[in-house]
């Protein structure tokens, strides 16, 4: 006996969860250019509750519509959370036990993969419909079902609205940031080899599918999460010699990162940190061949603002500019000074960011920090501020705004953690639009070390490292075979963006007043990034009405 239901994307179903009631979603809407999804929730019950041997299927997924050739399915695993919040979270979230939480999405071939279902368990289907900008618009109906050889076991349909309007191209800058050392230590292949290019590929062209836009390129190794005195493995675009005292530098793997970024959809390029995180007391990690020897040249033990450091930036920036403009990227790239300083290091930070501002100039600078203080002096012409802490960067004139979470699910907060309700994920997209942002920021698209860079874990057996709330270092999963497993946060988020882009779309028709106000319509206090609904049905219902409001002014 078995019980099959459509649900929203931002249900999260567990598989033993014998209580579970879902919601019942069986239509939708959605226009040219975009993708959207829904799930179909596979509930195998007992027909005699006496009988309590194992009936197994070997089942396969089938599906059938006008528009078949535009989905995919994905089964929905669970990955283990070690940890699902901190302790001071607002309440909102799905659960604070550790466990094993719906993530992960592995692909399913039509009538070519198997999966068991077993009795008295929840199977979770993931379908999603890419719809092109030159898509026939009308309604559609698409039938999923639960095969047994030729035998149908379930099987439901869910009914799709394609409007006759082209999703506008995605303007918002988007960086999740990209760690090609933990693909190269995941995968056992030297750095830069030729199979690690081909999964960086791979691994680029997933992040690009699903909106991110603007790619962390290590020039040296990022000093990100490092701990004080410690390395990261290296991974260093740029070669460096050190002739007698003079410096050269290399660029042919800058270069075939930059072609391959491009080749893989990525349009913006975030030159990596010159100086290390917390503080921008020392320089990153550089390798050089001295003399003939290969051997760090600057690190932990170099001064940042120092006469060595400095000689060294000004010989650098003195090539890396025309190669910029030679790749024809110069105008497409965003700088960093230093990551997340604090209060304390204004003036440490102030001395290193004179010096490359001053190389570097007419480029744009952006870091991740939340003291007002450092845009107020000029020393960050493009700060990236906390959800949480943005309120007096709203009241400023900022060319562009900016912002970033991690970890908590406090204070009404949007964060993509597993244990968050998906709502929490997606109401992102309408804060990001109502503020005008023009940036987000996230650190984990696949950050597979242990806090501080101290080891590697195994993302498929811990998502948090008992030190971040789960599914905060990254939102891909390493892939047996090398091609990334996307998880269902990621793809959440994805719907969060195109959220985004169809308020953008409706502000060209009916403007931009009238649309914050539909988005603020039905909350008990106007929309903020420290609050939001705690329904999906008003998400999924603003979604819906913003579609209506296109198609009726179109």
């Not at 740029?238 to 349009?267: C, H, P």
């Not at 650098?316 to 497409?332: H, N, Y």
């Not at 102030?350 to 501002?357: D, G, L, P, R």
């Not at 999906?536 to 002014?553: A, C, G």
């Amino acid at each position: 006996m078995f019980r099959i239901i459509p649900v929203s994307p931002l249900e999260k179903i567990f598989a033993a969860d014998k209580d579970c009631s879902p919601k019942e979603y069986n239509s939708f809407s959605m226009l040219k250019g975009e993708r959207s999804s829904f799930q179909v929730a596979v509930w195998q019950g007992r027909d005699d509750e006496s009988v309590r041997g194992t009936t197994y299927y070997d089942a396969t997924v089938r599906i059938d519509s006008g528009i078949a050739d535009l989905c995919s399915a994905f089964v929905v695993e669970e990955s283990p959370c070690d940890l699902p919040a901190y302790p001071d979270h607002d309440g909102d979230v799905i659960s604070d036990k550790p466990g094993l939480y719906p993530d992960i999405l592995r692909p399913v071939t039509p009538d070519e993969t198997r999966f068991s279902v077993l009795p008295e368990r929840w199977r979770v289907f993931w379908i999603e419909l890419d719809v092109p900008a030159d898509a026939k618009a009308g309604a559609y109906e698409v039938r999923f079902s639960l095969m047994n050889g030729e035998e149908t076991l379930c099987a439901t349909s869910v009914k799709v609205k394609i409007i006759d309007a082209v999703l506008p191209e995605q303007t918002l800058r988007y960086i999740n940031w990209f760690h090609c050392d933990c693909i190269a230590e995941y995968y056992h292949v030297p750095m830069f080899s030729e199979r690690h290019w081909e999964l960086l590929g791979k691994y680029m062209a997933a992040a690009a599918r699903h909106g991110m836009n603007t790619l962390l390129t290590p020039i040296f190794t990022p000093p990100l999460d490092t701990e004080i005195g410690g390395e990261r493995p290296t991974v260093q675009l740029v070669d460096v010699t050190v002739d007698g005292g003079k410096y050269s530098f290399g660029f042919e793997k800058f270069e075939r990162y930059i072609r391959l970024a491009l080749e893989s959809g990525m349009k913006y390029f975030e030159i990596s940190h010159m100086f290390t995180q917390w503080g921008a007391k020392h320089a990153p990690k550089i390798m050089a061949t001295v003399d003939g020897e290969y051997r760090r040249l600057f690190g932990w033990e170099t001064d940042a603002a120092g006469e060595e450091y400095t000689a060294f930036l000004k010989a650098f920036a003195a090539e890396l500019v025309p190669e910029l403009e030679r790749l024809g990227i110069r105008d497409r790239c965003y700088f960093h000074v230093s990551d997340e300083p604090q209060l304390e290091h204004i003036e440490s930070y102030a001395k290193a960011a004179a010096i490359v501002h001053e190389l570097f100039k007419g480029f744009k600078f952006i870091d991740a920090g939340s003291c007002v203080e450092y845009y107020d002096r000029g020393l960050v012409k493009i700060p990236i501020p906390k959800t949480e802490r943005i309120g007096p960067f709203l009241e400023r004139d900022i060319a562009e705004r900016w912002c970033y979470y991690c970890c908590g699910a406090e204070q009404g907060l949007s964060c993509r953690s597993i244990a968050v309700p998906s709502r929490r994920n997606r109401i992102i997209g309408l804060q990001l639009y109502k503020y005008g942002m023009s940036g987000f920021l996230h650190w984990g698209y696949n950050f597979w070390f242990s806090r501080l860079s101290r080891e590697l874990i195994d993302p498929l057996r811990t998502i948090g490292a008992g030190v971040w709330p789960s599914g905060n270092p990254f939102i891909v999963y390493p892939g047996a075979d090398g091609e990334p497993l996307v998880s269902l946060r990621l793809k959440v988020f994805y719907d969060a963006l195109e959220d985004m882009r169809a308020c953008q779309l409706l502000e060209t028709l009916i403007g931009r007043e009238k649309v914050i106000a539909l988005i603020d319509e039905g909350l008990d206090e106007p929309l903020r990034f420290n609050n939001g609904p705690r329904c999906d049905r008003w998400l999924l219902e603003k979604r819906e009405k913003i579609n209506e409001l296109i198609e009726q002014n179109i």
